[in-house]
């Protein structure tokens, strides 16, 4: 009896598996996400502190950009200038030290509470007091802890005043003023989380100013809050109905931690998510090809070089400088290595950014750079080191130069390494060669002119070691251009002054610039209005809709 | 020593002998006769083993083409044509395609047995007479030498291969040479253990005593008495290690720690590769095939020569 009703269950259960597959095989059931939500997969593995005075990584930096808004933020459609974020004004004394910003009125805090002056101010000090990776760009105006409270103050309600240590180039400022270590944090509800701690050398002050807190939870006003992070695993955000501004046409944005290209492929092919973020050029181009999908994509501010140390006599001539431009294949690295994950740029500064100067004049030219050798008297050729990190597209990069100056009698001995072996050795400048990534600190034009074209002190134990430094590239001149280039307060003319010293190193620098990096995705088709920005913090994901 | 020239000639009823009678007559008339009629044998049972005739055929084909790599190969194995020739599959033009820097992989793989016969030539140079050394003298002195010897031995023994080369190579710094360095300090204890266990199967035999008793010193008897009995199954052993050596460089070469580019070292071949492993196949299965092939080539000519050299299964 027991055995017969078993048997007949079991029959009904294959039957019914029959049918299935029968009917999965038919009409395959795609995993559509919902309506109202976006969902993202990225390798979120950096992230670390949604703590807008501590993150200074790469997926955080789109998180807080979506979550918070900081006093004035980055034009999306011109990068070179600023536009109000929470400032609705600002005018700067005539001496150049008094930032003075006028709120926008009845602003508030997605947790209700309203957002004033004194949040300003006070996330500025909890910056500065804290102290973290990010914190230099503020401390570089002359705050510090003891006279932030002075030097970044309310007014009233609605008026925050800013002093500044020199009459620095407004831009310089104001761009400085649109990272995310500005962000505008909750004061209330910050402190209703702080904790007590006891004074100690790291930190000065009785309270963490909510830093334990924070490091897991929100206190913004952006377009978007921040509502659950679960470590390499989720990041959800809900919309903010306290936002000022245009509100969200998504009520939720999904990022899941998916680290591997090909997984994030399939997912977007079967709807599992709606955008993919880290495609791997072979990845994207099947993505391209799909009907269903779309990819978009933007140049980001990390550049690639190769430097000749200054410290190699022959590597010192400015013909075997110039020679080493003439040596990199440009036309076709761009078309394989970095395809769809960079293009070709021969100045320091990125796309986008005040100043940036449009200029590639160098190509491959065999027969000028042997020209130039000769001239140097190196007719029988050199031979060189090159240190390389053991990851692509570096190395291929590396061995396609190694290629091409090997025609023009430059014997190049590839030394690879890890990054941290490659990295120890370039900083303490025993290199010949190397090849690098720098990425912008922050978006202002000042931050890639001070790596590559200024270096105060050439000596082996200097304190302020720029990319400059690390080659040995001794240039007084251009250091004090760089210097003065901060206090322009005329934005074309300091505009001009960048353009300037690019074509300084354009022409004359140790430095051979490959490419600017770029960012893409992949999308499904009824995603619209989905764009990346010039950095991560301007990956909005506020405009998005779907169909 | 050898008494056996001393015997009269058998008297050769037609005065003619075939070579091959010559070669196996059970009665040879000089030491060269024997030594050559021993080899003989050695080389027929080889020969019936099909496998092994393979294996060496293979390892033949490795060294010629090793050799004759400037003839052979149609392209420079460093130079390619990134612009127009990156990735192609394998075709007339390229046989077996090209790769990610557009250098056709067929020429790499020919300039890149050179590689692969270079490391495991000097490996064995380097690591079986070390091996052999220690062992013979561990085996033959006994006592606190046999006992400190041994426990080095112990040491090298108790690293995993790879690891311990890892860790010199990281020490050493990247290069082939240094690979070469890091297998052969890994691979002579094997050797050492097989050296001192022939060594002490013979050390009390009869003919050892009787030339001791004619007075021949501890190192005479050890490098011209002990050694080259050791030597056929030193040489079985290498050659079976062989392909573990090839693995072995080819595991380095793939971490990034051996041949530097642009040498077109296999292992650093399939790392290259492996990026490409699900468009463009054979940029990885080109070299993964070759270095299969070779360390199937030297595995079965190491089990055929067992068989041929094992004095044990040899019936005389």
């Not at chain 1, 030097?151 to 925050?160: E, G, L, Y």
């Not at chain 1, 590639?360 to 031979?383: I, M, Q, R, W």
Request: hydrophobic share 45%.
């Amino acid at each position: 009896m027991m055995m017969s009703k078993i048997n007949t269950h079991a029959r009904l259960l294959f039957a019914g598996a029959a049918l299935t597959a029968l009917v999965a095989g038919t009409a395959p059931t795609l995993a559509d996400t919902p309506a109202d939500t976006l969902v993202l997969a990225w390798a979120i593995d950096d992230t670390i502190t949604l703590d807008p005075a501590e993150s200074f990584e790469l997926s955080p930096a789109e998180f807080i950009g979506n979550g918070y808004d900081m006093l004035v933020r980055l034009d999306i459609n011109d990068t070179t200038k600023v536009v109000g974020g929470v400032a609705e004004s600002w005018s700067v004394s005539d001496d150049g030290l008094t930032y003075t910003f006028k709120l926008k009125p009845d602003l508030k805090f997605a947790s209700g509470n309203p957002l004033t002056a004194e949040d300003v101010a006070f996330s500025m000090e909890r910056a500065v007091k804290l102290d973290k990776s990010p914190a230099f760009i503020l401390t570089q105006f002359g705050l510090n802890g003891d006279n932030v409270t002075e030097k970044a103050k309310a007014v009233d309600d609605n008026t925050f005043v800013l002093t500044v240590d020199k009459s620095y180039a407004p831009s310089f400022v104001l761009n400085c003023l649109t990272a995310t270590v500005g962000a505008v944090v909750d004061k209330k509800l910050l402190m209703e989380h702080a904790e007590a701690v006891t004074p100690s050398d790291d930190n000065k002050y009785d309270t963490d100013f909510g830093y334990a807190w924070l490091k897991t939870n929100y206190a913004g006003s952006g377009p978007f809050k921040i509502r659950d992070w679960r470590a390499n695993e989720i990041l959800v955000m809900e919309r903010n109905d306290n936002y000022y501004g245009e509100k969200p046409a998504l009520a939720r944005v999904i990022y899941r931690h998916v680290k591997e290209s090909a997984t994030q492929r399939l997912m977007l092919e079967t709807g599992d998510i709606d955008v993919a973020r880290n495609l791997d050029p072979g990845d994207l181009e099947a993505v391209s090809k799909n009907p269903d999908l779309s990819t978009t994509d933007a140049a980001k501010g990390t550049v690639y070089y190769i430097s000749l140390n200054q410290k190699n006599e022959n590597l010192a001539k400015p013909e075997v400088r110039e020679a080493f431009k003439y040596l990199v294949d440009y036309d076709a690295i761009g078309s394989t290595l970095i395809k769809g994950i960079g293009e070709i740029r021969q100045t320091y500064q990125a796309k986008g950014v005040l100043g940036a100067l449009e200029a590639s004049p160098y190509k491959l030219d065999v027969a000028k750079a042997k020209e130039l050798l000769e001239k140097a008297g190196l007719k029988d050729g050199l031979t060189v080191t090159f240190d390389v990190r053991n990851t692509q597209p570096v190395t291929g990069i590396a061995e396609a130069f190694q290629q091409t100056a090997g025609q023009a009698g430059i014997k190049v001995e590839i030394i690879p390494g890890d990054g941290k072996q490659t990295l120890t050795k370039y900083r303490a400048r025993n290199h010949d060669l190397y090849i690098g990534q720098w990425g912008m600190d922050y978006w202002d034009p000042n931050s890639n002119a001070e790596a590559f074209t200024s270096n105060p002190d050439n000596a082996d134990d200097a304190s302020t070691k720029t990319l400059a430094w690390r080659n040995a590239w001794d240039i007084p001149e251009l250091t004090e251009q760089t210097k003065a280039a901060l206090l322009e307060r005329d934005d074309q003319k300091r505009a001009e002054t960048y353009k300037t010293l690019q074509q300084e190193a354009l022409d004359s620098s140790p430095f051979v610039m490959l490419f600017q990096q770029i960012e893409v995705a992949g999308l499904r088709n009824n995603v619209k209005n989905y764009k990346l920005g010039p950095s991560f913090d301007t990956n909005f994901v506020g405009p998005v809709t779907k169909d | 020593m050898s008494v056996m020239g001393n015997t009269t000639p058998p008297p050769m009823a037609e005065g003619k002998l075939s070579r091959r009678e010559w070669l196996l007559s059970d009665r040879p008339a000089s030491r060269t006769q024997a030594k050559l009629g021993r080899a003989y044998v050695s080389w027929r049972r080889f020969a019936e083993n099909r496998l092994a005739l393979i294996g060496l055929i293979i390892i033949l084909a490795l060294v010629l083409v090793a050799i004759f790599a400037d003839l052979l190969a149609p392209y420079s194995p460093t130079i390619g044509d990134l612009a127009n020739a990156r990735l192609l599959a394998p075709a007339w033009d390229h046989w077996l395609g090209t790769d990610d820097q557009g250098r056709d992989i067929l020429s790499r793989l020919i300039y890149g047995s050179r590689l692969t016969l270079y490391v495991v030539v000097l490996v064995a140079v380097i690591a079986a007479p070390i091996g052999l050394l220690v062992g013979t003298v561990s085996g033959y002195a006994g006592g606190w030498v046999d006992a400190v010897l041994m426990r080095i031995t112990d040491i090298f023994l108790a690293f995993p291969k790879l690891v311990l080369a890892l860790a010199l190579v990281a020490a050493l710094g990247p290069g082939i040479e240094n690979a070469v360095i890091a297998i052969a300090i890994t691979s002579w204890p094997p050797y050492a253990r097989i050296a001192r266990a022939e060594t002490m199967q013979v050390r009390n035999s009869d003919y050892i005593s009787a030339v001791r008793l004619m007075g021949a010193s501890p190192i005479r008897i050890v490098l011209r008495h002990i050694m080259p009995l050791c030597m056929s199954s030193l040489i079985v052993r290498v050659t079976l290690d062989m392909a573990g050596i090839i693995l072995t460089a080819a595991g380095l070469g793939f971490l990034g720690l051996g041949a530097q580019p642009p040498l077109p070292e296999w292992g650093a071949m399939i790392a290259s590769g492996r990026r490409f492993i699900l468009d463009q196949w054979w940029v990885a299965a080109a070299p993964g095939v070759a270095i299969l092939l070779v360390s199937l080539g030297f595995n079965l000519l190491g089990d055929g020569l067992r068989d041929a050299l094992d004095p044990r299964s040899a019936g005389q």
